[in-house]
């Protein structure tokens, strides 16, 4: 089960203004009645792009010049609330590989890397550089690179961090971990079997 | 070396190191519901994977059943085909469902402690991040996405990174109208919506000392909105109380030797924490939140604060918040008219919030033009109400019955607010949309609030309405 390691993620990029953009927003409930994540990507951010008639509001996501935009930029806190896996399907399932913001919930930042979505964090500072850089020209070309901790944009760049065990799993090609789970079966038993509860 | 009850819990249930660093943890008890499972029995299937311990799964229904209608097939599609799906895995693949004739079913954070799943010392996982409501039996419990879902039924593990623990001490007397719901609002109105990031909240002090197993599963569940992943309070003699007896919790002999184990598991008094918090249980008033994050949050003698005085970094979300909500800043939000309350939750849908809510309600009318709807968190609960005539008292005040579910928590169910209505409500979430509509609001408080607006139909200050 050998998955490819993501050293880094290269696209352009489209920001998505705010902080504490909840997973509710990502993804509305009303679209998680479903029994597979098959075509989520059409209803990521629905409530956010489109107006309670259905129309498409003002957004960057609803912008042709970011419609080629593989990377999503935001605020701090990105992907708070629900536990919903749907939030991070949606994202992929859109064509997007990388999320850059100024912080993450922690359920959606495992989540993410578990997918194989490295979701970096810059500084507020430089998340307000990248976004005007990617406002100004939504053709310029950005690298999240995982490996060396910085995010290029053009002929610039800025540092990015994190967490180094997602950093790990993501360069090694071990952002799913089933396969090291299943492995450590024997000791699970052993695990399981100091335990009185388990039974 | 002394140890906080975190550590002691992390440190039974950790199998192994795994090559990134990150520790393969044992889950001892795994709860899953229709919405987050169905594709981790697909994920195992297209595996050929199977569940390694089924009987430390178990399975209920509650984000899409509805509340007015028992009978099957569903009058939605969608929700129908869910709660078959779930039926079908879990028959497949030999896990324990609480369905909707079995009357226990309900919300999977109220259904685990009722049946005595949940127990101090376990580590608890589900696709929900209200899971952590279980921290409250001083167990580690966390939410997780539906490939840990997955994870967790082929291996009973998953992989996890220790978190820092945080204690927040809670000293002192609540005053008069203060309930557990306005003691975890203050906590994140203070420490913020992602104060706890990276954190595990550990409560303490003489508040959660003397508050009963319910309300501190009121606290619990709500850490995660304060970006903790989980929270707990030490176990103890009201822990104990609460469990005896209850279905799946340990008889005779094995239930005094669980009672010591489970005390063992306290943190040590002695032990280290990587941050402290104190807070005065005074300075705590009834409090509701004005935005569209559980943060945003005001007692209720307290205006919506003005934008300028507010920390640079929250000024952009306020802006926004008051736009969705149509309020002022400097505004009082007592006055404010309510068009729906909702009772229920698994913030505050158990027995004890509807017996208070019921106190409250005895002999009152909701007021003209209010939908009021009071869904019980589980069949058990629903059962215990009426049986005490509980729901008698919804019904003659003008409240409609439901039964139990997630309802108007999330709206995924028919349950919806509709337009902008204003929602006075005791779940957890006042998102943007959260409650069914795109430009519904919602305004989080306890249940005695949310009766006291149910009455006047404005927001108001239970306190004042009720002479207390």
Known sequence: MSLPAIKQVTGKGVYVPGDDIDTDRIIPARFMKCVTFDGLGEYMFYDVRHDPEGNKREHNLNDPRFAKASIIISGNNFGCGSSREHAPQAIAKAGFNAVIAEGYAEIFFGNSTQLGIPCVTVTAADRATLAAAVEANPEIEITVDVDALEVRYGSDSVPCTLREANRDALLNGRWDPIGDLLAGADEVAATAAKLPYFG | ?468
Request: a negative charge; hydrophobic letters at 40%; charged letters at 20%.
């Open chain 2, 1 to 468: 070396m002394a140890k906080s009850l975190y550590e002691k819990v992390w440190d039974a249930h950790a199998v192994r190191q795994l090559p990134n660093g990150a520790t393969q943890l044992l889950i001892g008890t795994h709860l899953i519901h229709e919405v987050t499972s169905p594709q981790a029995f697909g994920m195992l299937r297209e595996r050929g994977l199977t569940v390694k311990y089924p009987q430390r799964t178990f399975a209920t229904v509650d984000h899409i059943v509805p509340t007015d209608e028992a009978q099957e097939p569903y009058s939605d599609p969608l929700a129908d085909a869910m709660i078959k799906a779930l039926r079908k895995n879990c028959e497949d693949f030999g896990v324990t469902f609480f369905d909707t004739d079995t009357g226990k079913q309900g919300v999977v954070h109220i259904v685990g402690p009722e049946q005595g799943i949940t127990q101090p010392g376990m580590t608890i996982a589900c696709g929900d991040s209200h899971t952590s409501t279980h921290g409250a039996f001083g167990a580690i419990a966390f939410g997780v996405g539906t490939s840990q879902v997955r994870d967790v039924l082929a291996t009973q593990t998953m992989a996890m990174s220790k978190l820092k623990v945080r204690r927040i001490n809670v000293d002192g007397e609540l005053k008069k109208g203060v309930r557990a719901k306005d003691v975890i609002l203050h906590i994140i109105m203070k420490l913020g919506v992602n104060g706890g990031t990276g954190y595990a909240y550990e409560y303490a002090g003489s508040v959660f000392d003397a508050m009963t197993m319910e309300e501190r599963m009121t606290v619990c569940n709500m850490s995660i909105e304060g970006g903790a992943r989980c929270g707990y309070v030490n176990p103890d003699e009201t822990t104990f109380n609460y469990l005896k007896g209850r279905p799946y919790c340990p008889k005779g002999a094995a239930w005094d030797e669980a009672v010591e184990k489970w005390a063992g598991y306290a943190s040590d008094p002695d032990c280290e924490y990587d941050d402290v918090v104190n807070i005065d249980a005074a300075d705590i008033e009834p409090t509701i939140t004005w935005g569209v994050t559980p943060g945003q949050a005001i007692p209720i003698s307290k205006n919506i604060p003005m934008v300028v005085d507010l920390p640079e970094d929250q000024k952009g979300t306020a802006v926004e918040a008051l736009e969705y909500m149509q309020f002022n800043e400097g505004d009082s939000m007592k006055g404010k008219k309510i068009d729906v309350v909702f009772v229920g939750s698994c913030t505050n849908g158990r027995f004890s919030d509807l017996e208070e809510a019921a106190s409250y309600l005895k002999g009152k009318k909701v007021a003209e033009g209010v939908k009021a709807i009071c869904v019980p968190g589980s069949q058990v609960v629903s059962s215990i109400a009426e049986q005490k005539g509980l729901h008698k008292i919804f019904i003659e005040a003008g409240f409609e019955w439901r039964g139990a579910g997630c309802s108007m928590c999330l709206a995924m169910n028919p349950d919806k607010l509709v337009g902008d209505q204003l929602c006075a409500s005791t779940s957890n979430r006042n998102f943007k949309g959260r409650q069914g509509s795109i430009t519904g609001r919602t305004v989080l408080m306890s249940p005695l609030m949310a009766i006291a607006a149910a009455v006047t139909g404005e927001i108001s200050d239970a306190r004042e309405v009720f002479g207390l």
